[in-house]
């Protein structure tokens, strides 16, 4: 009770609270509650009225007592002491300890009973008891829900600091982050750096190799320089001793060693590259020295006819080499005094005839013309007629001389009467020259065969003066039409078999497998016939040019001193300004080169304008390869890959140089005009083989810098002589002479540099006297204000303009440059007749006369081309300002040869332009089209123009494999259209180039598709044993090959051998190709007994065939070259003529025309012996040529006495170590061991091996092979203990300076192995032959690649199973 009223006196009987906040404890069962009452300010805390003693009987009511002593135990939430806001918006208060007993109710109950009776109508409490219960109840739910709001508060705010401490965290781990990233990218930059240091080694140890092998080769150089050096030393010693010998056997006193060479005349032993005083023939007119030092096997080393049967040394019968083929390559170099019409690319058909003959001529063009022009164009010819009418022939009487001369073939059609003009051209065609060309004679006669006189007499003028009988005369009395049939029939033998050279079967087959004569072997065609007769023909002109005046006598000898120098050398630059005479240079020096060095190989390119064929970095490596492979075997190795192709020629040179005796010259010139020079030429600054040389020229402003280090020979200006000199000559040649005022006024203005070179003045010169003498004056004054050869071009130009006649002629003028400027390698006349049907012959050959004299255009390969490059600069500039002119011209181009696909006339030239022009025009969705004609990329592939082909396609933008998708696509395509058997031969034809050409892309997956279905429309369309089956089956094998799957390969080429056999026999030319494919495979497959069996049977098959095609491109050709050469042989007898005669023996002998052969040869020795007397070497020459031509006759007594008799020449004629003499030895001892003459053979072989010795000394390669040579008689002899210290020393020569690799040491241990194997020494045989596999397993390509010639010397050959049987001869 104390407590209770300590809370009355306390707060005040009122209840009345000044705080806003009243706090409770109230102590119950030892339990503290804290509750916080909010109150209104000046109100009790009991309330007053009615309504708040409803609201506590309502609150009071709604709170279960349970409910109240659980919501009891929240006094722990609040602490005395502790602030605690209001909820509610108050100022808050303090908490604090109230000391508040309850006692419990009961006990309340009784001490209320206790004070005092009770009222009746009061209540059971009192009215202060019941409201302080209600109130106390209130307050405690109160109190419990603020408690239950400070819990709520208090978890918000320690999820507001979680929050707090999350977003630090958060804070903290982005931090983290931002460090790990640029972790990351630290790591990646230094990831990207150790990746370049790897490729920045990679390139440095690539880097490293090269400098590694250039130091090799460099040090090989080195080595073979030194030994060269030495050699030639010693050599040089050997002759001063003899010569001295010889003046001391004379009885002269030398006082001074200088002296002892002035007046001697001995033929000496002579150094590498040059020849004796008597040895001044051509190609075959001269022997090979044997003096350089080759690091690989030797080339053909016969005697003058130099590809006779014995001519290969060593008694190898697979030696690894080709002599016919480099024989061929020899005699195809066109001299050039050899007329324009023989090395055309056209065939120009010169007509005279008269009015009354006009129908027959009307006929022939019109029916005719065009089956010939296809004839020609199938074979890479042009065909054109030229006529002049007669009623202006006159006017024409310069040009109709000028296409008379350059005619391949004239044809006179006459009835009776003669008009002057014909009697001109008959005059100059049949009377003064008739052995120059074919000639036809057409006489339409009457019944009476009667002839007038005019007609009579021009007859027997041409009869007098066809002393050969080379005129085909056609007598004809019926209709005109017959008439021009017969004329026909005439010039189509004529065309085809003298002037194409084809054989009959060829001409028979030709029109239906023309295919298959090109691909009989294995398939690879690489070479593109127009491309080298573009070549021959920039060096025919460049030498017969007018500036040939000049003489250039101190740069040739200064060109010699540096060709001269000692290896290793760099390219030798021939540099100068534009029309400075480069070229002409070159080619001078080429022909005197080749006269003077006729063992020296010359491999030339002249390139023409930019953008043309023939400045095609590719074609231009890869003619120089074949060019060189034909020297040495087949071409079948090299690659079609563009990339390889310029990767793998300095390989090749580097290897072929080494079998070459003589000197490798490369001449290029204009290499400056080269697409991207610098990076398709980079093997001219790698160190060059010991016997091989550069020499190219540029242009002194677009030089290279690079290139700018080498040595460098400059074309000086003109001198004033020298400029007289070209004037000179031109005035004479119009039949003009200058005023001495006019001479001195072209001498003081060609003193300038920009005047004063050879262009120039020739230009000028020729312009000052294409007027008449009236308007002379005018002329120079004119041309003496172009003060550059550019603005002469140009002023040139204008007044060709202003000379001609009418505006029609300018207009044409102006249409054909224009269409040789904007096109690809040029245009025909041919094609300029078809684009301008109105232009007349005799208008455009005039125009064309005037153009070439002017030295704007010229014909080269049968097409219109640019003399120079400023020529087609000028008429750019001059004709062609506006783009929109060019593109005009293309598209006229484009029409045209549209219009020949259209027809289905694909031609070389279809090929060649199109493509071209679409491209400039950049229009892919027509270059693609045009791609996809598949007779357009098969022209384009089988010329070799693959790395032109593959650029379109990249223009295109389409690779390898989209592309083999597309033709596949389109042959389907063709193939649906193809019915008869000749379209499905040429779909066939189509499918097998398709397949070749994805094989050499390197997608054989791809490849054997085509080829599958081109052998299954073979086998259906032909026969199944058809000849070109065989061929789909080794093209179709070889891509089995690619794939290293033997099994089906073999199966496919023992197929084509099978139908091969049944074709053409067993020893034909293609059963040897099949053989030799079948030995390759067993050689992969280390099949070596085997492989051996079949190449021997192939090589004995290549000896009995009439010829050996090989790989060579140019088999007709030979018999071009001997119809050139018998051109020249009619003349009186002299020393040229007999070399001439010589060479057209061995052309016929290589064409298997023994007969023609003997009698060539026959007339050369006998017009030696009229010449030079019978004991000259020359006729020793012929009489070696005519012993190995009865050899190859089997007639060896003749062949044995005319080697006698040319051994005796020799004897008396050099001296005693001459090699010549050697030679002769050689082959008259290996005609002693044919016949069984060992006995007699013993001691030629041993007397050749003496001169080799004293001529190389004892460690050349030469006196090995000789060694051999003799070794091989001793053991057929069974002298096996002197043959073997031969073989020892032989195989120590060969790996001492050929390497221990090479395949004469591996023959020579093939040898070795069988002297042991008849020793009985099994087991070293074994060990031996075992090598010399080894080396022939490593080399497939060197000594498996091919068989022998048939005219290696095949009788001397070895082998595990014995020597072959030989006779032996009589004692």
Known sequence: MKRNSLITERWGNSHTFEGNKLLLFLTCAGTRIFSLLPRQPGRSCEGSGPSSYEHRKKLSSSFSPTYLAAMGTASSMVSPGEVIEDGYGGEGGEACEIPVEVKPKARLLRSSFRRGPRVIGASFKSTASVDLEYAAEYERLRKEYEIFRVSKNNEISSMQKKEAKLDEENKRLRAELQALQKTYQKILREKESALEAKYQA????????????????????????????????????????????????????????????????????????????????????????????????????????????????????????????????????????????????????????????????????????????????????????????????????????????????????????????????????????????????????????????????????????????????????????????????????????????????????????????????SGDVLWDLHDEQEQIEAYQQACSGTTSQLSFQKYIDRLNDMIAAPPPTPPLLVSGGPGSGKSLLLSKWIELQQKQSPNTLFLYHFVGRPLSTSSEPVLIIKRLTVKLLQHFWSISGLSMEPSKILEEFPRWLERLSARHQGNIIIIIDSIDQIQQAEKHMKWLIDPLPVNVRVVVSVNVETCPQAWRLWPTLHLDPLSPREVRSIVNAVCQSMDLKLTRDQEKKLERHCRCASTCNALYVTLLARMITSRSCGLLEKSLEQCLQCQDTMSLYRLALKMTLNSLCTDRERHIMREILGLVCASHNGVSESEVLDLFPEVELPVLSSLLYLLNRLCIVTLRCGLIRFQHLQAWEAVRLEFLTGGSSSTTYREKLIHYFNQQLSQDRVTWRVADELPWLLQQEEDKPKLQLSLLNLFVSQNLYKRGHFSELLAYWQYVGKDKSSMATEYFDSLKRYEK??????????????????????????????????????????????????????????????????????????????????????????????????????????????????????????????????????????????????????????????????????????????????????????????????????????????????????????????????????????????????????????????????????????????????????????????????????????????????????????????????????????????????????????EKAAELYKRAMEIKEAEPSLVCGNAPSRHSSSGDAFSVRGPAPLPHAQR
């Open 202 to 521: 990679m390139e440095r140890a690539a880097t490293f190799e090269h400098d590694r092998d250039k130091v090799k080769r460099q040090f090989k150089i080195f080595r073979e320089t030194k030994e060269k050096e030495i050699q030639d030393l010693l050599r040089a010693k050997r002759d001063l001793e003899a010569k001295l010998q010889q003046l001391q056997a004379q009885g002269i006193q030398v006082y001074d060693p200088n002296d002892s060479d002035s007046d001697d005349n001995q033929t000496t032993v002579t150094a590498a590259g040059t020849q004796c005083e008597y040895w001044t023939g051509g190609v075959l007119g001269s022997e090979p020295s044997m003096g350089s030092m080759m690091q690989l096997q030797q080339t053909f080393r016969g005697p003058e006819f130099a590809h006779s049967l014995i001519d290969v040394e060593g008694p190898f019968a697979n030696v690894s080499r080709d002599d016919w083929d480099a024989a061929v390559a020899s005699l195809l170099q066109v001299s050039p005094h050899v007329p324009q019409a023989l090395w055309s690319n056209t065939v120009r058909c010169y007509l005279i005839f008269t009015q009354e003959t006009k129908a027959e001529l009307d006929i022939f063009i019109k029916k005719h013309t065009s089956v010939l022009r296809r004839i020609c164009e199938s074979l890479g010819h042009f065909y054109l007629n030229v006529f002049f009418p007669e009623e202006n022939a006159a006017s024409y009487a310069v040009e109709r001389k000028q296409e008379i001369e350059r005619s391949s073939l004239c044809v006179l059609l006459l009835k009776s009467t003669v008009p002057s003009s014909v009697v001109e051209d008959c005059e100059e065609a049949f009377v003064k020259n008739p052995d120059g060309r074919p000639l036809v004679l057409y006489l339409r006669t009457e019944q009476d065969h009667n002839l007038n006189g005019p007609i009579r007499q021009l007859l027997e003028r041409v009869n007098a003066a066809d002393k050969a009988a080379k005129i085909k005369v056609v007598d004809h009395s019926g209709s005109a039409e017959e008439g021009a049939s017969l004329i026909y029939a005439q010039l189509e033998k004529i065309i085809k078999q003298e002037l194409l050279g084809l054989e009959v079967a060829d001409v028979e087959s030709k029109d239906s497998g023309m295919d298959e004569g090109c691909e009989e072997d």
């Open 977 to 1322: 259209s193809c019915e008869s058997e000749d379209s499905m031969t040429r779909l066939a034809n189509l499918y097998e180039t398709l397949g070749r050409f994805l094989k050499d892309l390197g997608l054989p997956s791809q490849a054997v598709a085509p080829l599958q279905r081109s052998l299954e429309i073979r086998e259906t369309a032909l026969d199944p044993d058809h000849p070109s089956v065989a061929r789909s089956l080794h093209q179709l094998a070889g891509v089995y090959v690619q794939w290293k799957k033997y099994g089906n390969a073999e199966q496919l080429y023992k197929q084509a051998l099978e139908i091969s056999e049944n074709a053409y026999g067993a020893e034909h030319a293609s059963v040897a190709r099949e053989l030799e494919s079948l030995a390759m495979l067993y050689q992969k497959q280390n099949k070596y007994e085997q492989a051996e069996k079949l190449r021997k049977r192939s090589v004995k098959i290549r000896q009995k065939t009439a010829r050996q095609k090989g790989h060579m491109y140019g088999f007709s050709l030979l018999r071009r070259r001997a119809l050139q050469l018998e051109e020249l042989t009619l003349g009186k007898d002299s020393a040229d003529c007999a070399k001439t005669l010589n060479e057209l023996g061995v052309l016929y002998y290589l064409q298997n025309n023994l007969d023609a052969a003997k009698v060539f040869l026959t007339r050369s020795l006998e017009m030696r012996q009229r010449v030079f007397g019978p004991d000259h070497p020359d006729c020793a020459q012929s009489l070696n040529n005519l012993a190995a031509l009865h050899t190859e006759r089997r007639e060896y007594e003749a062949a044995e006495d005319m080697y006698e008799r040319a051994l005796d020449i020799r004897k008396k004629a050099l001296s005693p170590d001459h090699p010549s003499l050697a030679y002769t030895l050689k082959h008259l001892a290996m005609l002693y061991k044919r016949r069984g003459k060992l006995e007699k053979a013993v001691p030629l072989y041993e007397l050749s091996l003496e001169i080799r010795e004293k001529s190389f000394g004892p460690k050349h390669p030469s006196v090995a092979t000789a060694l051999v040579n003799l070794a091989v008689i001793y053991c057929q002899l069974k002298k096996h203990s002197d043959a073997l210290p031969l073989y020892e020393r032989a195989l120590k020569i060969y790996e001492d300076s050929l390497g221990r690799s090479h395949p004469r040491v591996g023959e020579t241990l093939k040898n070795l192995a069988v002297l042991s194997y008849e020793e009985g020494d099994f």
